[in-house]
């Protein structure tokens, strides 16, 4: 996943924190929550804030210069390369977990079993569960889809996403970014898309009851056909 080794220096620029994702995420925490894991942390901003909340933080993510970034940049949380179909291998239990940023749609589909017991093995009982993912139902509907670009700063850093051929199975996921007419990076990764229905089957499998389903951290309805995130929040059963 070298696109993201080459992304982590400028990660943050590009998706700074959100103060409405984090409140989103603490609300749903169940409460006297005390430990929380964040699958796909990143360069853990989001990990860290929970750690200034008080919370024994834990981030994971399989790249290791994101996790280099998270470590020298943040104080508090621990942070381990990890991928997140190994998230099993985290020590202890969780109050609740969260993964947000589309890093699910990473997974194969045949890997979204195994990763789900990781998932509840290490939650708390009735510990709580949140998964972020754009919303595929929508994107599926097209023959290709773009992102609208995104601009940093003075507006010459400009990061643009996109992928040129929508398949049920998978897609590629194309980035760029550039400083005026200099590319600083750019790479593709493969997605594997994750329709509602798709993922509601997965979840009850696994052992998870749906709590709530949004179209965006402010709590909106979720749509099928809108160009919108999905937002899940689950709970352990059992």
Same mark, same amino acid.
């Given at each position: $996943?070298?696109?993201?080794? +080459?992304?982590?220096?400028?990660? &943050?620029?590009?998706?700074?924190?959100?103060?409405?994702?984090?409140?989103?995420?603490?609300?749903?925490?169940?409460?006297?929550?005390?430990?929380?894991?964040?699958?796909?942390?990143?360069?853990?901003?989001?990990?860290?804030?929970?750690?200034?909340?008080?919370?024994?933080?834990?981030?994971?993510?399989?790249?290791? &210069? $994101?996790? &280099?970034?998270? =470590?020298?940049?943040?104080?508090?949380?621990?942070?381990?390369?990890?991928?997140?179909? +190994?998230?099993?291998?985290? &020590? !202890?239990?969780?109050?609740? %977990?969260?993964?947000? !940023?589309?890093? /699910?749609?990473?997974?194969?589909?045949? *890997?979204?079993?195994?990763?789900? +017991? @990781?998932?509840?093995? #290490?939650?708390?009982?009735?510990?709580?569960?949140?998964?972020? /993912?754009?919303?595929? *139902?929508?994107?599926?509907?097209?023959?290709?889809? #773009?992102?609208?670009?995104?601009?940093?700063? +003075? !507006?010459?850093?400009?990061? %643009? #996403?996109?992928?040129?051929?929508?398949?049920?199975?998978?897609?590629?996921?194309? %980035?760029?970014?550039?400083?005026?007419? %200099?590319?600083?990076?750019?790479?593709?990764?493969?997605?594997?898309?994750?329709?509602?229905?798709?993922?509601?089957?997965?979840?009850?499998?696994?052992?998870?009851?749906?709590? @709530?389903?949004? @179209?965006?951290?402010?709590?909106?309805?979720?749509?099928?056909?809108?160009?919108?995130?999905?937002?899940?929040?689950?709970?352990? =059963?059992?």
């Amino acid at each position: $996943m070298s696109f993201y080794t +080459d992304f982590a220096g400028y990660f &943050e620029a590009v998706f700074p924190f959100d103060p409405s994702v984090h409140s989103f995420l603490r609300e749903h925490a169940p409460a006297g929550a005390r430990r929380v894991l964040d699958v796909g942390c990143g360069t853990g901003d989001y990990t860290s804030a929970f750690a200034n909340d008080g919370l024994e933080a834990v981030g994971i993510d399989r790249d290791r &210069e $994101m996790v &280099e970034v998270a =470590r020298a940049r943040r104080v508090g949380p621990t942070f381990r390369v990890l991928d997140a179909r +190994d998230v099993a291998r985290v &020590e !202890g239990l969780f109050d609740f %977990t969260f993964s947000i !940023g589309n890093v /699910v749609s990473h997974l194969e589909q045949g *890997d979204i079993p195994r990763f789900l +017991d @990781g998932v509840r093995g #290490r939650l708390e009982r009735s510990g709580v569960w949140i998964l972020q /993912v754009i919303n595929w *139902d929508h994107v599926l509907q097209r023959p290709s889809y #773009r992102f609208p670009d995104i601009v940093v700063g +003075d !507006g010459r850093v400009v990061f %643009t #996403r996109e992928y040129p051929e929508v398949s049920g199975d998978r897609l590629r996921f194309v %980035t760029r970014l550039s400083r005026g007419d %200099t590319t600083v990076f750019e790479g593709e990764v493969w997605l594997y898309p994750l329709r509602t229905s798709d993922c509601l089957a997965f979840h009850d499998s696994a052992g998870f009851e749906l709590l @709530g389903h949004y @179209g965006d951290f402010h709590s909106i309805p979720f749509d099928p056909n809108a160009e919108s995130s999905s937002v899940y929040v689950f709970r352990r =059963r059992g």
